[in-house]
């Protein structure tokens, strides 16, 4: 719980009073590797704070999976259009590495916003912060090559090359393992 009350005080004052209504609204969950966190078809539940693991973001397929994300240690993650509509998600979530997790439920989140005088701040900076990480996701694969993108996660990124498995990153930069392959015999 410790990660989450350093998250919160880096963006706002934390009172004690908040904290403590904010600590007893998490539970904590740990899972395995390869455990699937939300699937297709379910609704979120829970906004979730990662104090150890990979998550990864993507589409189902039969013939290939779509990876459009990952969350790492010190972060939030949550299926968030599906959390905020409490409507089935389109897509799954995983855990890449054993990960322990910390979550908040819907209607215990909103008693926190209701009920703490920094909740609205916290949640109004956690979903910016999203809003801005699909933004620039979006921008990315509609104005730069695959090549691009993958200099990008070298550039900005190196936790993604470095530990995540080369066909996820081959997805998340919209390229066959075989292509990226290439790309990085190009770059070497």
């Not at 993650?77 to 979530?93: G, I």
């Not at 989140?109 to 979006?138: C, D, M, P």
């Amino acid at each position: 719980m410790g990660y989450i009350k350093e998250y919160i005080e880096n963006i706002t004052t934390l009172s004690e009073q908040d904290w403590l209504i904010i600590a007893s609204s998490f539970i904590k969950r740990e899972f395995e590797k390869s455990t699937k966190l939300i699937k297709l078809g379910e609704t979120e539940r829970y906004l979730s704070f990662i104090e150890k693991g990979i998550i990864r973001y993507y589409i189902p397929g039969e013939e290939k999976e779509l990876t459009f994300g990952f969350n790492f240690g010190k972060e939030f993650t949550c299926a968030y259009d599906s959390f905020l509509t409490q409507l089935p998600a389109e897509y799954e979530q995983e855990t890449l590495t054993k990960s322990i997790i910390w979550s908040i439920s819907y209607p215990n989140l909103q008693k926190v916003y209701a009920q703490t005088q920094i909740g609205n701040i916290w949640g109004r900076y956690a979903a910016e912060k999203l809003f801005l990480q699909k933004s620039e996701r979006e921008i990315s694969l509609l104005k730069d090559t695959a090549k691009e993108r993958y200099m990008d996660l070298l550039l900005n990124k190196p936790h993604i090359i470095q530990q995540i498995p080369l066909k996820h990153i081959a997805s998340y930069i919209g390229v066959t393992p075989q292509a990226l392959s290439r790309i990085r015999k190009e770059i070497s």
